[in-house]
């Protein structure tokens, strides 16, 4: 049995219409921004189906939608795929449902409260029932404790949780290892100690403290200053020191034994040093869980886990360990593991599938029925998707490009512009020139219904060179189109009617198109040629990208080759044979194209740092209206 599905109304950032969270029956992911929705998602199950810790939240006005407490909240967990022994246990509960091919039984819980006026003080009165309308019989209580969840919060005390103490989160995990009870309660003379149970130990330990020499001369005292000293004639007691709950019953030691312990690393059996840090002992807190986990299933139950932002204290590499061992353990076992997270190292290893993209209240599944993705494109990114590349899914707008050019050069131009992509919180994601169709479908939805709302700028190149670029940027021999090869991999301008021409732009923005996703392609070739052929013509322009040129290409000497180049650049009149010739700096002299952004970003916030609008109209139009698309409002 897993929780398939949660519908919330009226809940915090959830508002009135009817917003349905589905899950996976081994781990989900939540992930987004803050205040999207992650932690009430957790709590709303929390509040319908109760913790192992049998913590409780109180329900207050600021709970309801915008604290408007005439709104009813209402939640409805769905539990589908029960096992035999399950349906047994809700019998009465239980919705049967036509899936098609069979019939399906399902759990429907309904919870609702609202808030009532007729108390003074007001107070939130709610209400918990079954059946897929809620018209269904109550839970009985042993129904209702197989359907506990465990729950470790963001900011949780990993250091106190594994700590002795009266209802200690240690001992109650403990508490429920079926194998705490076996072995003999009482010691008998020569007796193997490991036969002994924790209630056994627990009474030899008694016995031992009684028979202590130096417990027995206290207590001798302490009964003699009272009898002599402190009662009436004729009156007299005899003291004696016990272990507090000796007396009790079996059950009450063993608890009173259990929440006496701690859980602590061996120092002498690794290299653990000094106090355990945070990390260490957030990874012994879940281990803990995950071991109750276990044992629950060694009795055929399903079990639930959630777990807010598992990177806690815990460093990348752990990280990775960790949601791999949970991934597979949620797979292979019967556990469902619901978990937040803020760690784009988290979101880029975990299935593309298991992820639930959060944002402003609504809820966006990541599974192939809820995308635009193929199997293919599943296969891909998560082959590809690294925690750089998974910052997008944290953005409120994305840019995806297809070469380090654009990585290096764009954040500047839009500080430049005043449109700087850290303040409207855009993500830049490079796919060195394969899979932007890939990431863009990821912003797709599969059905018309609510989209993403994240504006996606998709640049690519035109790849089409102008008819003079072949012999100024390949070879000489080509300013004669007959010596061009056959079968070449390369285009010029004039393969293309303008119709032809209209055609090839479709296709580039096919790829990608749709929703919020829109394709920005250069004017004419690649990034590096159109800043050429926009900038040159610019006194303002020419001198950065010159500069940078020079500064990338030679070692020493950069003003007398800076003045050389500008001479050479200057004697051509026409645009495209300018800027075939700057571009043969890449073609012929291999200049990198990352170290020239790199230097070209320096160049412009020098030149242009107090004139947008100077640097708006010297750059290439696709770059302007790509930057100006993902910052809009």
Not at 5 to 15: A, K, M, Q, T, V
Not at 181 to 206: A, C, F, P, R, W
Not at 369 to 376: A, G, Q, V
Request: one cysteine or more; proline letters at 3%.
């Amino acid at each position: 049995m897993y929780l398939s599905s949660l519908c919330i109304r009226n809940f915090r950032c959830f508002d009135d219409s009817e917003h349905i969270i589905p899950f996976n029956s081994g781990l989900t992911v939540l992930i987004g921004e803050n205040d999207s929705g992650k932690s009430a998602i957790l709590d709303a199950i929390r509040i319908v189906l109760g913790t192992t810790d049998y913590s409780w939240i109180r329900i207050e006005t600021s709970d309801f939608h915008n604290e408007d407490t005439s709104q009813e909240i209402t939640i409805l967990c769905k539990f589908s795929d029960l096992s035999s022994d399950e349906e047994a246990a809700f019998l009465e509960c239980l919705t049967y449902e036509n899936t098609g091919t069979a019939v399906a039984s399902h759990l429907y819980l309904h919870w609702k409260c609202r808030y009532s006026s007729s108390f003074i003080p007001p107070r939130p009165i709610s209400s918990l029932s079954t059946g897929k309308n809620g018209n269904g019989p109550a839970l009985s209580p042993a129904s209702r404790e197989l359907l506990r969840v465990t729950y470790l919060k963001a900011l949780r005390d990993a250091y106190s949780d594994m700590q002795s103490g009266k209802y200690s989160r240690l001992s109650q995990i403990i508490h429920n290892i079926p194998q705490l009870t076996e072995g003999e309660n009482e010691y008998q003379n020569e007796m193997d100690l490991e036969k002994l149970s924790l209630v056994g130990i627990s009474n030899l330990s008694n016995s031992l403290l009684e028979k202590h020499p130096a417990l027995q001369a206290v207590n001798k005292g302490l009964t003699d200053i009272m009898n002599e000293q402190m009662l009436l004639k004729g009156d007299s007691v005899q003291t004696r020191f016990e272990v507090a709950g000796s007396h009790a019953n079996d059950l009450q030691k063993l608890i009173s034994l259990l929440e006496k312990l701690d859980l602590a690393i061996d120092k002498t059996s690794g290299m653990m040093q000094g106090k355990v840090g945070l990390g260490t002992s957030n990874i012994m807190s879940m281990a803990c869980e995950l071991l109750l986990h276990k044992e629950a299933e060694t009795v055929k139950r399903s079990s639930f886990l959630l777990i807010e932002e598992p990177e806690a204290h815990v460093h990348a590499q752990r990280q990775l360990k960790l949601i791999q061992s949970l991934e597979e353990g949620a797979e292979t076992h019967r556990q469902q593991i619901i978990l937040t997270t803020h760690s784009p190292l988290l979101a880029s290893v975990v299935k593309l599938k298991n992820i639930v993209l959060l944002r402003h209240g609504n809820a966006f599944p990541m599974g192939d029925e809820y995308t635009m993705l193929e199997e293919s494109d599943y296969k891909y990114l998560e082959r590809y998707l690294d925690a750089t590349k998974a910052n997008l899914f944290f953005a409120r707008s994305v840019v995806i490009v297809e070469g380090p050019g654009e990585v290096l050069l764009l954040p500047t131009l839009a500080k430049l512009l005043r449109r700087s992509f850290t303040n409207f919180g855009t993500s830049l994601v490079d796919v060195r020139g394969v899979g932007l169709r890939r990431y863009a479908r990821i912003f797709q939805r599969a059905n018309s219904g609510t989209l993403l709302g994240i504006k996606v700028a998709c640049i690519t190149d035109r790849d089409i060179m102008p008819d003079c670029a072949p012999a100024i940027c390949l070879d000489e021999k080509y300013s004669d189109s007959a010596n061009w090869p056959k079968n070449r991999r390369w285009s010029v301008e004039s393969d293309f009617s303008p119709e032809q021409l209209l055609e090839h732009l479709k296709k580039l923005t096919a790829r990608a198109d749709g929703q919020d996703v829109k394709t920005f392609v250069s004017g004419h070739w690649t990034l590096e040629y159109d800043l050429a052929y926009s900038g040159l013509p610019s006194a303002a322009m020419k001198q950065p990208l010159v500069a940078a040129i020079v500064k990338t290409h030679f070692e020493k000497d950069w003003e007398t080759r800076q003045a050389e180049i500008t001479a050479e650049l200057d004697q051509f009149q026409d645009d495209k044979t300018r800027a075939s010739h700057f571009y043969s700096f890449f073609t012929h002299y291999g200049v990198s194209k990352a170290e020239f952004a790199q230097v070209l970003a320096s160049e412009l916030e020098i030149r242009f740092a107090e004139k947008p609008d100077d640097l708006r109209t010297a750059l290439p139009k696709y770059l302007v209206d790509a930057i100006e698309y993902v910052t809009g409002e």
